[in-house]
């Protein structure tokens, strides 16, 4: 088993005004957390021609030009008060999918690999054709579209353990069979979607699955869920990729989530989802940052959760 964390500086340059808590010091915190026990690959170009092309597989291309024309413009937001534009924000949303691809491709070519691509600005709820919630560009569905398209995928499940339902990867597989969207998440709360009757719709009928949590759950609420819901589930499913949307937001210091989850809580969430990617996946388990904003603690998160993957202490890994 080989774990790697991936990144690009460029996912940095995107900057909101003071105050807003999706901050450039959110991935600092995780980069300096993580580089303590692993080592960061950085690698990932932005600008590679296959990366537009990805994107392009996913979002509508009407809304990617409306994006990168606000951000030439200077404009100062994009569809809503949570989405502040700056110069480089189209530079560093494209880093994050960027670095989402390459970390994608490297889990692939062998079985037992565990990536987490370290990105930012975030992109669960990002939908085809807007922004929303501090994101830009859908980054998760793109990276399954991406193993649909380009690995020849049939069974691709996304599991979202953010705090915040991933409205925007719902929406992008509503009506398709070939991807399970899975979101546990408090609610009520933001963005208002992600209500159990949600389930899919037309050829993607059964292929959502939302498990609500009141505000106050803590480890051993989110422990049941996993153990009496999305395992059984992503069981019957059997994917052949299984892609994490990993919010840390659920935190019981997280300054906008309303959860109690612990340190050892992410750890156990690791754990789980380790044991079902062997089970189906060739021991292949991908992630991709999303939520929490708990500043300082955030690194430690991250570094739990993936201790709970490699079943003990991370070690340093080459680049």
């Not at 979002?59 to 008060?81: H, N, P």
């Not at 499940?157 to 409205?167: M, T």
């Amino acid at each position: 088993m080989e774990t790697r964390v991936f990144s690009h500086d460029a996912c940095l340059l995107h900057r909101a005004p003071a105050g807003y808590p999706e901050c450039p010091e959110r991935l600092s915190s995780v980069l300096e957390g993580l580089e303590r026990s692993i080592s960061v690959d950085r690698g990932a170009d932005p600008e590679e021609g296959r990366v537009d092309r990805a994107i392009l597989a996913l979002q509508d291309a009407d809304y990617v030009r409306r994006l990168r024309a606000a951000v030439e413009r200077g404009d100062g937001l994009i569809d809503s008060a949570d989405n502040p534009l700056g110069p480089e924000t189209w530079r560093a949303a494209k880093a994050a999918v960027a670095v989402a691809l390459r970390s994608l491709d490297w889990t692939m070519e062998r079985a037992g690999r565990r990536a987490f691509a370290a990105v930012r600005p975030p992109g669960h709820h990002a939908g085809r054709d807007y922004a929303m919630g501090f994101c830009y560009l859908s980054n998760i569905a793109i990276a399954a579209q991406h193993l649909l398209d380009g690995h020849g995928l049939s069974r691709v499940a996304i599991l979202d353990f953010d705090v915040h339902h991933g409205n925007g990867t719902q929406d992008a597989f509503y009506d398709r069979g070939e991807v399970f969207f899975l979101s546990v998440h408090q609610h009520p709360f933001y963005p208002g979607t992600g209500l159990v009757t949600e389930r899919g719709q037309g050829e993607g009928a059964g292929a959502t699955l939302n498990v609500n949590l009141p505000a106050g759950s803590g480890d051993d609420d989110y422990a049941e869920v996993f153990a009496k819901t999305l395992e059984p589930a992503l069981d019957d499913f059997r994917p052949q990729a299984l892609l994490i949307s990993a919010g840390f937001d659920a935190w019981v210091g997280d300054p906008l989530g309303g959860m109690r989850v612990t340190e050892a809580g992410f750890e156990d969430w690791g754990r789980r989802l380790s044991a079902v990617a062997d089970r189906h996946c060739d021991g292949r388990l991908w992630s991709i940052q999303e939520g929490g904003y708990d500043v300082p603690r955030l690194g430690d998160l991250v570094v739990a959760y993936l201790r709970g993957q490699s079943g003990s202490e991370l070690g340093k890994a080459g680049r």
